[in-house]
Every structure is written in C-alpha cells, then in structure tokens.
C-alpha cells in the first residue's frame, strides 16, 4: 500500500515544481522594470552632474568717495568766492563737464553751446575768490581719487550682433538714447530678444553710471540695437547705463587686480570681457597708476 500511494503522489510533485507560463512573464516585466529604472537613474544623474548651476555669492560693495565741489565756482583755493579775472589764466583748462542736460542744449544748439561756454566764462571772472580746487563732483572732502567713468573703459570682442546682445543681457547693461532736443532718455534692454523691450524716462531722474563709444563698430552695434527696439538715434547721443550691481561687479574686479594698491593711485583700468560657462565675465586687460 505505502508503495502504491508513493506512486499515485509522484504526478502532484512534478506539477508542483514546474513554473508556470504565468512566472515566467511576472519575472520578464519585473527584470525589464529593473533595467528601465536603472536606465531612467543613470540618465537623472548624467543630466544633473552635466548641468552648470550659477552660484550666488556675496560680493562686497565697493564704495567711493569722491572730492567734490559741488555747486561751487573752479578755483585755485578752498574759497566760496569765484576767482577774479587774475586768477583766469591758473584756472582755464580743457574740461568735460556736461551733464545730461548740458549734453540736450549741445547736441540741439551749437549756438547755445557756445553762448553758455561764454556766460560761464564771464561768471568765473567776476568774483573776488581764489574758487574752489576740487574737480566736478558731488561737494565732498573725499580722497582725490579719479572718477570711475574717467578711469574705467571696457572692450567688448565679438563678431556677431547676437553675441555682443547677450553679452549686454549678461551683465543688465541697457542701451539708452538721449539728446536732439529732449530730456527723455529711451532706453531699450533684453536685446538679445527679437523685440527688446523699450521704455523711457526723464534724464534727470537718472543716476546710474553711463559710458558712451568714441568710435569703432560697437558704436554702431549699439545703434543697431537701439533702432531693432525701435529707439530713435538719429542726432542724439547712444549710451550705456550700468545698474549698481555689475558697477559694483567691476569694482571688485578692479580693486583684487591692484592687489592692495590704494583706488586713489589707479589712473586707469582697462577691463575685458570672457566667456565663463553659459555666462560672460569681466577681467583686467591692464591698469595704469599715478603717483599721488
């Protein structure tokens, strides 16, 4: 009997052991599960080491504290008095002191230029002071330093418009146009977009730091980009306004390169602009110094 049942029980052995068509596909979709997962990880961890993040650092800010004379009258001395006509010959020279303002009856008028060069001239002679010796500025006692928009130039180098537009972006530099007559400033900024967005404001109200082109192509590039905003800029004067984060920016960059080197010693400095991953930089070309 136990051998007859041993063999009747066999059949129900085997069946238990077999794996089922059942098993077979369950372990497939799960080995596939397994593959494509790892797959999709790989890809998460190539995609995000590839990545390049901008970082936010703290930059110290940099201010300056220019000697000033304020509303006084060019002299010789430390006198609230202007100068006499003897003091004249000590006093005239060649000097660039146009605000905005000055710059809208200049570009509007040559003839009102010249009639308000003359006023000056007659209002310098005819007080019983020595002046005051401080150059243009805010009225300050601060160190003789020379102003940043006389002591800073950037070179931008690039051969397409794009670029030099993105270049721009980078750094939240906008383009305004101003002059021909009026005292609004039309400004433009996204430039490296199809529309660059457009919008004005009363000159008077600016205060940001603006540098203008002497000559060369990049004057024209900045033309170019005024009129695809649809900016005005024919008979008017085409600058660069650069907000008080990149000016500080370029302070930094300006004071690690003289390398303890006094501000005040700095005649000038040249500054470049690279290329740093997705974003643009700003470096040294060369600084030259005075003795002070």
């Known amino acids: 009997?136990?051998?007859?049942?041993?063999?009747?029980?066999?059949?129900?052995?085997?069946?238990?052991?077999?794996?089922?068509?059942?098993?077979?596909?369950?372990?497939?979709?799960?080995?596939?599960?397994?593959?494509?997962?790892?797959?999709?990880?790989?890809?998460?961890?190539?995609?995000?080491?590839?990545?390049t993040f901008r970082s936010q650092v703290a930059i110290p800010v940099i201010l300056e504290e220019v000697a000033g004379r304020g509303d006084h009258e060019l002299g010789i001395a430390r006198d609230l008095e202007a100068p006499g006509l003897e003091e004249l010959d000590e006093i005239l020279e060649p000097q660039m002191e146009m605000t905005l303002e000055a710059i809208t009856d200049a570009i509007s008028s040559q003839e009102a230029t010249l009639e308000a060069l003359e006023g000056n001239a007659n209002?310098?002679?005819?007080?019983?002071?020595?002046?005051?010796?401080?150059?243009?500025?805010?009225?300050?006692?601060?160190?003789?330093?020379?102003?940043?928009?006389e002591r800073w130039e950037i070179q931008f180098t690039s051969t397409e418009l794009g670029i030099y537009a993105r270049q721009l972006d980078s750094f939240d530099i906008e383009l305004g146009s101003f002059g021909g007559g009026s005292k609004i400033i039309e400004y433009a900024k996204d430039l490296a977009k199809d529309q660059p967005t457009r919008y004005s404001g009363a000159g008077g109200k600016e205060e940001?730091?603006?540098?203008?082109?002497?000559?060369?192509?990049?004057?024209?590039?900045?033309?170019?980009?005024?009129?695809?905003?649809?900016?005005?800029?024919?008979?008017?004067?085409?600058?660069?306004?650069?907000p008080a984060d990149t000016e500080n920016i370029?302070?930094?960059?300006?004071?690690?390169?003289?390398?303890?080197?006094?501000?005040?010693?700095?005649?000038?400095?040249?500054?470049?602009?690279?290329?740093?991953?997705?974003?643009?930089?700003?470096?040294?070309?060369?600084?030259?110094?005075?003795?002070?």
């Open 1 to 51: 009997m136990a051998s007859a049942d041993t063999k009747s029980m066999d059949p129900l052995r085997k069946k238990s052991i077999q794996v089922s068509s059942y098993d077979n596909v369950a372990g497939l979709l799960i080995a596939l599960l397994v593959i494509i997962g790892g797959a999709v990880a790989i890809l998460v961890v190539v995609f995000i080491t590839s990545r």
């Open 208 to 242: 940001r730091l603006y540098m203008t082109w002497k000559t060369g192509s990049f004057k024209e590039a900045d033309i170019d980009l005024l009129n695809k905003a649809g900016v005005t800029t024919n008979n008017r004067m085409v600058m660069q306004f650069y």
């Open 123 to 149: 209002a310098s002679g005819s007080g019983g002071g020595l002046g005051d010796s401080r150059p243009l500025g805010p009225l300050s006692d601060g160190d003789d330093i020379i102003p940043r928009y």
């Open 250 to 292: 370029l302070a930094n960059v300006e004071k690690n390169y003289a390398n303890g080197r006094p501000t005040k010693e700095i005649r000038k400095t040249i500054f470049g602009v690279k290329k740093k991953g997705n974003e643009y930089e700003f470096y040294v070309i060369r600084q030259t110094y005075r003795k002070v």
